[in-house]
Structures are given as structure tokens and as C-alpha cells.
């Protein structure tokens, strides 16, 4: 399989407590984004990747996340001190531009539920 | 403010009929693509556009372009029971370097035989 891989795909955890999500893209993309998607809505963005440096942070990203990509492969998030309003799906995308043209493949997502 | 209006929200049809789901905008989007997800699951690229008034097709799925690139339609034909799923415009602004997408609020589509 070549295609976006996360982990874990399903996170239960108690307020309070920090989770970290793993996001390995497809091997050749040199950009990676994550989003996160609440029921009944579309993804928004948080953060952007381009090989390891972070570009671009949303202002929903608040404090309390953090995201790497040490080698700028594989990328993780971190949430501390989780709040019952960080369960959503969370949903990570690489991709490689080639001129004008982007396009984003997504992952399976990993769904976070905080108690 | 959703930058992205998708419309409708919801959509029951029977199997066999036409459906077209709207993706419109005030802004100019450099490029704009169409996802499928499923419940529980990733979305799944259908399809990129790319250039104003583009058209393409997916087998039984015609996608369009908007001439000035503020808005995209997505017509289906023949809707079959498999089609049944989430359906999201995304459009990318261009701004500076990056491709963040802003998505629509997306339209669920269920068809029933």
C-alpha cells in the first residue's frame, strides 16, 4: 500500500492527558497538511508541512498542539492536555505540486474521542 | 463565514435519477478538487480542476469548472445505491506557497433502490 497512512485510527483518552498522532505520507510528497473534521463538517486546516519546515499554522491550533516533521517524512501531532472539545477526526494529506496543479491525498484519519 | 457554500446539504433520491450538488464561492480559487468519504474513512479524491470553464468527466460523473473559477457543479447520472456517501469541494487559494484547501460543509448523498 502506497498510499497515506495514520496511527492509531481511533484514540480514546481522558481530559487532561496528551495524545500524539503519527502521519507517514506517500513516499515521493514533500508537502504534508493536517486537518481536523468535527461531525457534520467539512476538514479545516491547522498546519502545513513543506519537507521539514512548518509554513503555516491556523489560528484553531491553539497553544496546546504541536506538530513536527523531523526528516521531513513522516509528521506527528501532538494535543496536551486534552479537552473534550478536541474529539474530531483528524485527518492528514501529502502531496507533490508539479506547476500550477496540487493535489491533496488524504489518510484514513484518526479519530479522537476525549472523555 | 463559510468561504465555500455547498448545496444542497442533504440529498435522498431513488436509484436511477440525476442529481447535480453546487460548490459556490466569492473567491477566486487556483485550482478546486472533489472528494468522496465514506463514514469513518478519509476523503478520497475524485477529481482536480484546474482551469475556468474545464470540464471533466468520471464515467458517470461530469464535473465543472466555473469560468471564473469561484464555483464548481458536480452532476451524477443514473445514481446507483454505490454512490451513497459524503461529498466535498475543496478549493485552494494560491495565496504565497501553500495549498491549504478550504472545504465545504459537504453534501450527503444517500440513494435508495
Known amino acids: 500500500d502506497t498510499g497515506v497512512s495514520q496511527d492509531p485510527r481511533h484514540k480514546i483518552t481522558k481530559r487532561g492527558q496528551n495524545v500524539t498522532f503519527r502521519c507517514d505520507p506517500i513516499s515521493e510528497h514533500n508537502r504534508l497538511y493536517w486537518y481536523r473534521q468535527t461531525l457534520g463538517q467539512g476538514p479545516e486546516f491547522l498546519t502545513y508541512?513543506?519537507?521539514?519546515?512548518?509554513?503555516?499554522k491556523s489560528r484553531l491550533l491553539s497553544d496546546r498542539f504541536s506538530a513536527e516533521r523531523p526528516k521531513g517524512s513522516f509528521s506527528t501531532l501532538e494535543i496536551q492536555r486534552t479537552e473534550q472539545g478536541d474529539s474530531a477526526m483528524y485527518l492528514c494529506a501529502s502531496s507533490s505540486r508539479v506547476g500550477r496543479e496540487e493535489t491533496q491525498y488524504f489518510g484514513p484519519g484518526t479519530r479522537l474521542l476525549v472523555l | 463565514t463559510q468561504l465555500l457554500e455547498q448545496s444542497p446539504q442533504f440529498l435522498s433520491i431513488q436509484e436511477g435519477e440525476n442529481l447535480t450538488v453546487y460548490c459556490n464561492s466569492s473567491s477566486v480559487f487556483s485550482s478546486l478538487q472533489w472528494y468522496r468519504q465514506e463514514p469513518g474513512e478519509g476523503p478520497v479524491l475524485l477529481v482536480t480542476v484546474v482551469t475556468g470553464g474545464e470540464v471533466k468527466k468520471l464515467k458517470r460523473l461530469t464535473f465543472q469548472f466555473g469560468d471564473a473559477r469561484k464555483d464548481s457543479s458536480l452532476h451524477i447520472t443514473a445514481a446507483q445505491t454505490g454512490d451513497t456517501g459524503l461529498y466535498l469541494c475543496a478549493g485552494a487559494l494560491g495565496s504565497g506557497n501553500t495549498g491549504k484547501l478550504i472545504f465545504g460543509q459537504g453534501t450527503t448523498l444517500q440513494v435508495k433502490p
Open positions: 508541512f513543506q519537507n521539514e519546515a512548518q509554513l503555516e
